[in-house]
Nanobody, 128 residues
Framework: EVQLQASGGGLVQAGGSLRLSCAAS????????IAWFRQAPGKEREGISC???????GYTDSVKGRFTVSMDNTKKMVYLEMHSLKPEDTAVYYC??????????????????????WGQGTLVTVSS
């Protein structure tokens, strides 16, 4: 069974940085996508970044250039480096996974359908 556990959230001032981690294990398929979602207070959950098993990545426009997703396959970890944080980045951040076939564009995957598995969230608060 796939298990995902996100960590690394906290309180940071605007302009600061944080690194979120997602421990991901239990994958049995050769192809999968790990995604980062966030849900701000009063807003719907949105997919903001993703990484495929082959290392290809994707970002939503609001985080492009500020956030970087990476994967360490040996440690079974996925990271989200967040820089130049803004108060509007305040949200609960979740990692999630999709089983996929072939090499689809991961942002298309996370936009078009819900994940197969969710991890628990980690709260990021950016103060102004």
């Amino acid at each position: 069974e796939v298990q995902l556990q996100a960590s690394g959230g906290g309180l940071v001032q605007a302009g600061g940085s944080l690194r979120l981690s997602c421990a991901a294990s239990g994958f049995t398929s050769a192809s999968y996508v790990i995604a980062w979602f966030r849900q701000a207070p009063g807003k719907e959950r949105e997919g903001i970044s993703c990484i495929s098993r082959d290392g290809s990545t994707g970002y939503t426009d609001s985080v492009k250039g500020r956030f970087t997703v990476s994967m360490d396959n040996t440690k079974k970890m996925v990271y989200l480096e967040m820089h130049s944080l803004k108060p509007e980045d305040t949200a609960v951040y979740y990692c999630a996974s999709y089983q996929v076939w072939g090499s689809p564009i991961c942002m298309v995957v996370i936009t078009d359908s819900g994940p197969d598995y969710w991890g628990q969230g980690t709260l990021v608060t950016v103060s102004s």
